[in-house]
């Protein structure tokens, strides 16, 4: 009888602990489902995706003017060197004969001693009014020789003096080349030249002895100079001219502002592309266009002016032609392969082909592939796709367009 009590006794233990976890387990399950049942609802909201940020610049429709920007050296229209044409003493020399030395045309340099072409001047004279005297003494013989044969027949040419008379006309002739020959050494002993200009260097000085064939120095014209400007393929159609180019004696050609520092400041000169070589280099692959500009060191008189000098290289903007009903657009709106990123009204990126009629850093000229008043994307995208959305970046911090001169005039 009493090990069944303490038989029941465990059992009733084992069961109490056995069942204590599970009602905790319960007791925990009812508080959670409570509490789901009872927590309150969030409101819903739309998920925001966030656009790629942009710049963009409106297109321009307008009337431009494409402009070529090259570079080049200036370089004399006329250069020549003073080559002694006599021999013998330098006995004058010009103030001017010195490096950057001006002349005016047929202005005497220097000159050579001209005592013996002085004589030799003389001597030819005499020879020729001596070869004078004969022909008149020859031409009287044959008159006298022809009246006293006029009755024979057939009488030979040696007895009518025919031959003598041909002899001193020949004489004649040569006593006379033989003066103007003298005439012009004797002008040789003055160097001088056909054109107004300045002295580059000089090789002689007074006292020198030259002989026929010496360079005494250099020079080269101020009346004019011209500027070698290299042009590319693209630039050589903002022309809108073939190669070969070249302006007519009416025709001004295509206006040019020159630019260089000098000084510690910028200058300007205006010059003209005349023509344009007849072939491409075969070095650079490009047409070489040559520009001139008139008066170069007589920039209005001042002091203060500065001269387009010989050797100096220049920056150069050349107007080309006009362009009707153009896009313009910053040089950033345009992407490798002539491709356009627009910015739609659904705030989405369109991918465009545009077809280019001009570049350079400034801008771009479209003829079509972009409307006016359409948003260009100006920043970098990575990996863009067609439709994928894109954010304005306010228009406080939208970047720069660009120098609007680049394409002349609005239409």
Not at 25 to 48: D, M, W
Not at 108 to 127: C, G, N
Not at 136 to 165: H, Y
Not at 320 to 336: F, S, T, Y
Request: glycine share 10%; proline share 5%.
């Amino acid at each position: 009888m009493v090990l069944v009590l303490k038989r029941g006794v465990v059992m009733t233990n084992l069961l109490k602990r056995l069942a204590l976890p599970g009602l905790v387990l319960c007791a925990g399950a009812g508080i959670y489902l409570a509490l789901q049942a009872t927590k309150p609802v969030p409101e819903e909201k739309g998920a925001e995706l966030r656009g790629t940020a942009v710049f963009v610049t409106p297109a321009v429709a307008e009337v431009a003017q494409l402009t070529v920007e090259t570079q080049g050296n200036v370089r004399p229209r006329f250069s020549a060197e003073l080559v002694a044409q006599v021999s013998g003493r330098v006995v004058s020399v010009s103030p001017e004969f010195i490096e950057g030395g001006r002349f005016l045309p047929e202005e005497p340099l220097l000159s050579i001693e001209d005592t013996d072409f002085v004589l030799a001047l003389d001597e030819a004279k005499a020879r020729l009014a001596g070869a004078q005297v004969e022909l008149e003494q020859a031409l009287a013989d044959a008159d006298v020789a022809r009246k006293q044969l006029a009755g024979q027949s057939n009488p030979s040419p040696l007895a009518l003096k025919k031959p003598q008379v041909a002899q001193a006309r020949a004489s004649l002739k040569a006593a006379e080349a033989a003066l103007s020959l003298a005439q012009t050494n004797l002008e040789r002993t003055r160097l001088s030249l056909p054109f107004a200009g300045r002295i580059a260097s000089t090789e002689v000085d007074l006292g020198q002895f030259v002989t026929a064939g010496t360079r005494v120095g250099t020079a080269f014209g101020t009346d004019r100079v011209e500027v070698r400007l290299p042009m590319t393929d693209s630039q050589l159609a903002a022309l809108g001219v073939p190669i070969g180019f070249s302006a007519g004696d009416s025709e001004d050609g295509f206006p040019v502002d020159f630019s260089a520092r000098v000084a510690g400041e910028t200058h300007h000169w205006t010059g003209w592309v005349r023509r344009l070589d007849a072939f491409i280099d075969p070095t650079t692959r490009t047409v070489f266009a040559t520009a001139e500009v008139d008066k170069p060191y007589d920039a209005g008189g001042a002091a203060s002016d500065m001269p387009l000098a010989i050797g100096l290289f220049v920056d150069a903007r050349i107007a080309g032609r006009m362009v009707e009903d153009a896009i313009r657009i910053p040089a950033a709106g345009l992407r490798a392969g002539d491709q356009v990123y627009v910015l739609n009204k659904e705030g989405r990126l369109e991918i465009r082909d545009a077809s280019v009629v001009y570049l350079n850093s400034e801008g771009a000229i479209l003829e079509d592939g972009v409307l006016a008043g359409e948003m260009i994307v100006t920043s970098a995208i990575r990996n863009a796709i067609p439709g994928m959305k894109l954010e304005l970046i306010s228009d406080s911090e939208e970047q720069p367009v660009g120098d609007e001169s680049f394409l002349g005039q609005k239409g």
